[in-house]
Every structure is written in C-alpha cells, then in structure tokens.
Nanobody
C-alpha cells in the first residue's frame, strides 16, 4: 500500500522559511516522478513542483514559485523535500506530495502552512 506522510508545516511570518518533508512507503520511490501540490481554502489543488526520478536532475515549478522554493529528493530515505523561502501570505495552504501525475488514492493528510504576521 502506497503511503505519503507530509510534515514540517507550521505558522511562519511573511518572508520566513519552512522545510517540508514527505516520507514515502509502499513503492519504489526512486523510480517515480514526484511532486508537491498545495490547496488553499476555497481553491483547487495546484502543482507546486515536480522532480524527475532517480537523480532528480529535471525539476519544474509552478509559475508562482519564482525562485523561492527548492524541491529535492533522497531516494535512500524515500523522502521528498520542499524548501520554501521568502514565504508570502498567499502561500498559505495545505501542502501534499504525490507521484506525478498524481493518483487519487495516494493523497495523504498533507501539512498545513500558514503565513501570517
């Protein structure tokens, strides 16, 4: 059974930083394209970042990231990361990880990120 467990969210002031983690189990993690998504209240889930399998040499970000976030992976630990810097109030959302394209049955609980002064 595939499982993704996100962690690292919290309350941070505008301009602050957070590092999210996603622990994966039940799949050959290193061989999949992995992704971060987020969903703000009342809005659709949107793609934040995606990283290619194995070496993770190919990365794409949502347009709103604008150089503020960095996605990475540690295949030996089966963990996906998202380093978020220069956070804005509009980054407030629940953040999820999944394969790409995402599979509905694999969504976890996510981790809440709240950016507020």
């Amino acid at each position: 059974q595939v499982q993704f467990v996100e962690s690292g969210g919290g309350l941070v002031q505008p301009g602050g930083s957070l590092r999210l983690s996603c622990a994966a189990s039940g799949l050959s993690f290193g061989s999949y394209v992995m992704s971060w998504y987020r969903q703000a209240p009342g809005k659709a889930r949107e793609l934040v970042a995606m990283i290619s399998p194995f070496s993770g040499s190919s990365i794409n970000y949502g347009d709103f990231v604008k150089g503020r976030f960095t996605v990475s992976r540690d295949n030996t630990k089966k963990t996906l990361y998202l380093q978020m810097n220069s956070l804005k109030t509009e980054d407030t959302a629940v953040y999820y990880c999944n394969r790409y394209p995402p599979r509905g049955e694999d969504w976890g609980q996510g981790t809440q990120v709240t950016v507020s002064s």
